[in-house]
């Protein structure tokens, strides 16, 4: 199969094509495919309008190379309906960059299981979820719907816009928190390089004539930006010791459109739009707060009212006076013009979205029911179905779509980012109108709006706040999630739940054992720990006595043994590491050498006993004793930032035992114990992820020892004992916790399981050593 494939208009024979190449595809994922199939299969099958499943077969795709999959789905003009694993593999191809086959495929298989299989055991799986040849096996899955991600940026953006060049290209732009202004293509490619301000974060962003475009900054600064060539053009306004707080074009009566700036003192500046210099134009004087402005074009008049939010308070300037409108309830966080004539919306703090009518200004025109749980961060306007429709966004990170004339609901909401939405735009490239958001999560997703209304509700999902497995398998397979909706309790292998009531959502989890009971610790914000005993029925009984004296909350827990007595082991922001006697629950020592945060802990056994070993903020690793109740040999500075993660190795008998942090700087150290104390070991891990927040260490066969660290976009597997690669499962998502278990009888240590647990959710599967 060489030479030139047919144009793209020549639907039928892509099609036919498409179906004789996947024929060719066979079930085991662990052959290579011909390399034309893994160039062009997916092409021929999007120019036949036959992009599916059926037609890209799963076991392709760890084999495929065009890395186009994501933007051939984007531009599709028909959704085909069997497309579960192309649609998890395009939520994946922009972090695989050079992962091997082996992990692409282990990663596919995990993030169709995220997407196709939420919460369902695997006694309930169809064997259509499985995939040959994949070194690892799902058990549970709770993770954010991955399918609208369109990109994940380094950095927090705060400011999106359309815009179209004057050659007719859809451009989006985005602002981020280090001042950097980004170009992207409709399918999320970049479309220029990006341009540096060098100055504060970019929070507002305005389209203006000839590809050109406005860019506010907490600086105070305004700049002019060429989006058709990249750059930078010039900086037209600073106000020093302010921030932008809006930017919009206003059109006063008789008068050119200006561009009009608001300061967080209140301060107003008005713009020649062609020259962009200062010009003398009347402006209401307004108290020295930040203001939000919007636009409205009155119903028998020309130009455009200045409407401005600040505080609890609308204004209206005419002019010549300045007016107010209304006053509400909750701090405005959003307002924005609506197409219909004299209208305009408000978003504010409670949740709550109004529009409002410059004809009545005592009530609002329509009112939306309370449906974010949480402040409303930013409107904008768009089209769903071909009706216009407002779309908010919130803290609580969900999307919602309104009617732009009734506030009524639209469909159900978009759910995905894992923390606050901080800015979205329409975006209607191609004729699909799609709403692009960003989220302090650093991630942009993008949803299709054709079809919103008929698309089926999906269940609410929460962002995952802590989760916790048992380590052994001694008790039963259960998974402890805390979310905003509260802490539940799942039986992995049967799907059961059970709500543990702990009050105040919790900071961290950990199960324990006390006198054969098992028992689930939670911390909580207010620094104390509580602990809930679960029966054998998975009844819960009242809970223990709680556990004080930290002045911060709890970032760690872990359990140890200190002969007979099972201890609790507590770490905190305020410093300290703390012991806790599970029987009398009284505090048994307090550790108080760490400069800053204690972020980890983790229990080290030797042939003497078990050692605590702690890591913090400070960038230090310290041994403690729970027998002297001291710290044991010095104390290591690791040369890694922050440690993140702490992680020990087994003891096996003639092998010194292993520690191994997990820092900021992106690096995996190894240290063993000796007579004397901790010694740097040869060994050093660097992954190219970003900041490494999670590491444990698993178990294997023939006394081997394996660690798994995660970073910004994935989880990494290493042999402990000479540094080797041996898996890659791209993620796509931070994880900010691993841990290894054993949670059935018939696990083995050439198959543990890992619990994988990050804001956008929690996996549990189990990894095949044997093959690794």
């Known amino acids: 199969m060489s030479g030139r494939h047919p144009g793209a208009h020549h639907g039928d024979i892509h099609r036919q094509i498409a179906g004789a190449l996947a024929a060719l595809v066979t079930d085991d994922a662990t052959i290579p495919p011909h390399p034309y199939l893994s160039r062009h299969l997916a092409q021929h099958a999007a120019y036949g309008n036959v992009l599916n499943d059926a037609h890209v077969p799963p076991a392709l795709l760890p084999w495929e190379s065009s890395a186009a999959v994501r933007r051939l789905l984007h531009h599709q003009d028909t959704p085909q309906a069997e497309q579960s694993w192309l649609t998890a593999w395009a939520a994946l191809e922009p972090f695989l960059n050079s992962t091997d086959p082996t992990s692409r495929l282990a990663s596919l298989h995990l993030a169709h299981h995220a997407a196709a299989f939420r919460r369902i055991p695997p006694s309930q799986l169809p064997t259509t979820s499985r995939l040959a040849g994949s070194r690892v096996s799902p058990l549970w899955s709770d993770c954010a719907p991955p399918d609208s991600i369109w990109s994940i940026t380094d950095h927090r953006i705060e400011a999106l816009a359309h815009v179209t060049t004057p050659a007719g290209r859809h451009v989006l732009v985005s602002g981020d928190e280090h001042g950097t202004v980004r170009f992207w293509r409709p399918d999320g490619t970049p479309a220029a390089t990006a341009v540096h301000t060098d100055g504060g974060a970019v929070q507002h962003l305005l389209p203006l004539q000839d590809g050109l475009l406005a860019a506010g900054s907490t600086d105070g600064t305004v700049r002019i930006v060429d989006t058709a060539r990249g750059r930078l053009i010039s900086q037209v306004h600073h106000r020093p010791r302010t921030w932008v707080s809006s930017l919009i074009l206003y059109t006063p009566a008789g008068h050119p459109p200006v561009l009009l700036a608001a300061h967080s003192d209140g301060h107003l500046a008005a713009l020649n739009t062609a020259t962009y210099r200062p010009i003398d134009l009347p402006l209401p004087v307004l108290p020295p707060a930040p203001a939000l402005l919007t636009g409205v074009a009155p119903p028998d008049a020309d130009g455009t009212l200045l409407v401005i939010a600040q505080d609890h308070t609308v204004s209206q300037w005419d002019g010549r006076s300045l007016t107010t409108r209304t006053h509400h309830n909750g701090q405005l966080r959003a307002i924005i013009a609506l197409p219909a004539t004299g209208h305009y919306a408000t978003g504010d703090e409670s949740g709550a979205l109004a529009i409002w009518d410059l004809s009545a200004p005592d009530s609002p025109a329509a009112q939306s029911p309370t449906l974010h749980a949480g402040a409303i961060t930013a409107l904008a306007t768009c089209t769903a179905d071909g009706h216009p429709a407002i779309a908010s966004a919130g803290t609580d990170g969900t999307v919602r779509l309104w009617h732009a004339n009734t506030a009524l609901p639209i469909g159900d909401a978009l759910q995905g980012h894992a923390l606050p939405v901080t800015a979205l735009t329409g975006f209607t490239p191609h004729g699909r109108a799609r709403l692009i958001t960003s989220s302090a999560d650093n991630t942009v997703r993008s949803w299709p709006l054709t079809g919103h209304t008929a698309r089926p509700a999906r269940p609410a999902w929460r962002r995952i706040n802590a989760a916790a497995m048992p380590a052994t398998h001694t008790h039963k397979p259960l998974l402890a999630v805390a979310t905003e909706d509260g802490l539940k309790v799942w039986n992995i292998h049967t799907g059961h739940s059970r709500t543990v009531p702990v009050g105040e959502m919790p900071t961290a989890l950990h199960w324990t054992c006390i006198d054969g009971t098992l028992v689930l610790a939670a911390a909580h914000s207010d620094a104390s720990i509580t602990l809930h005993p679960l029966l054998p029925d998975a009844a819960t009984a009242g809970p223990l006595p709680t556990l004080t004296g930290h002045a ?63 890591g913090g903020t400070d960038g230090n690793l310290r041994l403690w004793d729970p027998v002297t109740r001291a710290q044991h040999g010095a104390t290591v500075r690791c040369g890694q930032h922050t440690i993140n993660a702490v992680a020990a190795g087994p003891h096996h008998q003639g092998i010194e035992p292993l520690i191994a942090t997990a820092g900021q700087d992106g690096t995996v150290r190894l240290w063993n114990l000796t007579s004397t104390g901790l010694t740097a070991n040869p060994v050093r891990l660097a992954p190219e992820d970003g900041p490494l927040t999670a590491l444990t260490c698993l178990h294997g066969p023939a006394q081997r020892t394996f660690l798994a660290a995660a970073g910004r976009s994935s989880i990494h597997l290493w042999d402990a004992a000479t540094g080797t690669p041996l898996l890659r499962l791209v993620t796509g998502q931070p994880t900010t916790s691993l841990s290894a278990h054993l949670p059935s009888p018939d696990t083995t240590p050439s198959s543990p399981c890992l619990m994988a647990v990050g804001d956008a959710g929690v996996r549990v599967f189990r990894l095949d050593l044997d093959q690794t």
């Open 552 to 614: 911060l909350p709890v970032t760690a827990l872990t359990t140890l043994t200190d002969q007979t007595t099972t201890l609790l082991a507590t770490g905190s922001a305020d410093g300290t590491v703390r012991l806790w006697n599970l029987l009398t629950h009284r505090q048994l020592a307090v550790f108080r050498d760490h400069r800053l945060s204690v972020r980890t802990l983790a229990v080290l056994d030797t042939a003497d006993g078990p050692l605590l070993a702690s």
